[in-house]
């Protein structure tokens, strides 16, 4: 699996955008880039996947750009229940359906 | 649906017991996981199986971890014996081969401690 980059932390206020970087230089043409969210106590939870372009869902956009080295997901007007970890995973699906997970980025949401 | 179950939620033995860690995956999943998270090394995938098979079994610690899925609905970790090295928290997870590739439910986890 490709390798990942993101930044240990972050920090942010309710009601801003965040955007979280996720470097990924060695991915493979068929690998797909997914987000993962854990809350403390809980298990992770899968937030969005994709391949190219931009993609959203209920809960986040997922931004990928041309040349696929990297991706951002996009939080829109955090609150305080969504600081937890996320988790960036690269992967092809040819066979192989284990995840690795990296450290993750702590985000932190304050009032 | 009730989601990934895993029994017991919390586990405290003394070193040299056998543990037993349970899971049901969701129905109709053909995918289970069994992943281990500490803070010094994070979440690690021990084992997984793909319809009831074990397919990976390559982050399984040592011999003293084994794992077993005798039907669809349910599989076992089994430890033994215990060390306090193992406290972790154990996840198990399923997925559906027809969802998008990457995309796993987990259940809340069980808690051990080693003594």
Redesign the interface.
């Known amino acids: 699996l490709a390798k990942t980059t993101q930044p240990i932390s972050m920090d942010s206020y309710e009601g801003q955008e965040v955007n979280i970087t996720c470097s990924h230089n060695n991915i493979a043409t068929n690998d797909?880039i997914?987000w993962y969210q854990q809350f403390p106590?809980?298990?992770?939870?899968?937030i969005i996947?994709g391949y190219k372009t931009k993609v959203t869902n209920e809960v986040a956009s997922l931004f990928i750009p041309a040349d696929r080295k990297s991706s951002t997901l996009s939080l829109p007007r955090v609150s305080l229940s969504d600081t937890a970890v996320y988790?960036c995973?690269v992967?092809?699906?040819t066979g192989?359906?284990?995840?690795?997970?990296?450290?993750?980025t702590r985000l932190q949401v304050q009032p | 649906d009730a989601g990934v179950i895993q029994s017991p939620r919390h586990e405290v033995t003394e070193m040299g017991q056998e543990v037993t860690l349970r899971c049901k995956p969701i129905s109709g999943h053909d995918y289970l996981f069994w992943y281990r998270q500490t803070m010094m090394r994070g979440l690690e995938l021990l084992i997984y199986f793909n319809n009831n098979v074990p397919i990976d079994d390559s982050g399984m610690p040592e011999d003293r971890f084994s794992a077993k899925m005798p039907n669809a609905s349910f599989s076992t970790l089994k430890i033994q014996p215990s060390e306090p090295r193992d406290s972790a928290v154990y996840f198990c997870a399923s997925s559906l081969a027809s969802l998008n590739s990457y995309e796993q439910y987990f259940g809340p986890g069980t808690r051990l401690t080693v003594t």
């Open positions: 797909y997914t106590s809980q298990g992770p939870r899968f996947q988790y995973l992967g092809s699906d192989r359906r284990a995840l690795t997970f990296g450290s993750g």
